[in-house]
Structures are given as C-alpha cells and as structure tokens.
C-alpha cells in the first residue's frame, strides 16, 4: 500500500497519541493506588506543591495531557486539510449530493 507523507505523519501522530495515551492510563492508575494507600484527599495528592514524593508522577501525568491535546489538534487539522482537498478536487455536481451537516432538518414535533 502506498501512502504519501502526509498521510504517513498522521500515523506517526495518533501512534505517539496512543502511546502517551497507555502512559497515562498506567501513570493514573499507580498514582490513584499511592493516593488511596496514603489515605490522602484528592486535592493535596495531586498539587506537586504539597506532595513532593509523586510530585514527578504528577507533572508527567500533566505533560502527557498537554501532549495529547497537541497530536489531536494536529490529527484535526490533518483532517480539516483533508477535508478542504477533497472538497476542491472534486467536481462540482458530486459537492453538491454531499448533505451539509450544518442543513439538517429540525427534530420532528418542534416548531
């Protein structure tokens, strides 16, 4: 299967989002257990501040976040881009038979 590199790039991103993804499935899972082994309120466990011993775990598990929001952005504007280039390469006749979503009738029984 040939793929051009755009297409190659958004592998490479939602590869590295699902990657980050697992990461912090696992990081939450081991800073919920150390939480709830301490006893210690959400609040407080969480502020890198007041918890210097899971203060690493923390701001990984913010950085992870942060990541994530970044590679979906870029999926989207991959996607967008996407978008705009089927659009304009194709004829006219066939942009016309796509239903615009934003023209979707109002539910039945409002009016």
């Known amino acids: 299967m040939k793929t051009k590199a755009r297409d190659r790039e958004l592998i490479d991103v939602m590869r590295r989002y699902f990657v ?6 696992e990081l939450r899972a081991l800073l ?3 939480r709830r082994a301490a006893g210690a309120d959400i609040s407080s466990f969480y502020d890198p501040r ?5 203060a ?8 992870l976040n942060s990541e994530m929001r970044s ?3 870029r999926a989207e504007a991959w996607g967008r881009l996407e978008i705009a ?5 194709l004829p006219a006749e066939e942009l016309q038979s796509e239903p615009d979503p934003t023209d979707e009738p109002a539910p039945s029984g409002i009016e």
């Open 50 to 54: 007041t918890n210097a011993s899971h």
């Open 32 to 34: 919920e257990q150390a």
């Open 85 to 89: 280039t089927l659009r304009r390469d």
């Open 20 to 25: 980050a993804k697992a990461e912090l499935s």
């Open 56 to 63: 690493d775990g923390v701001m990984r598990s913010h950085a």
């Open 71 to 73: 590679l979906m952005d």
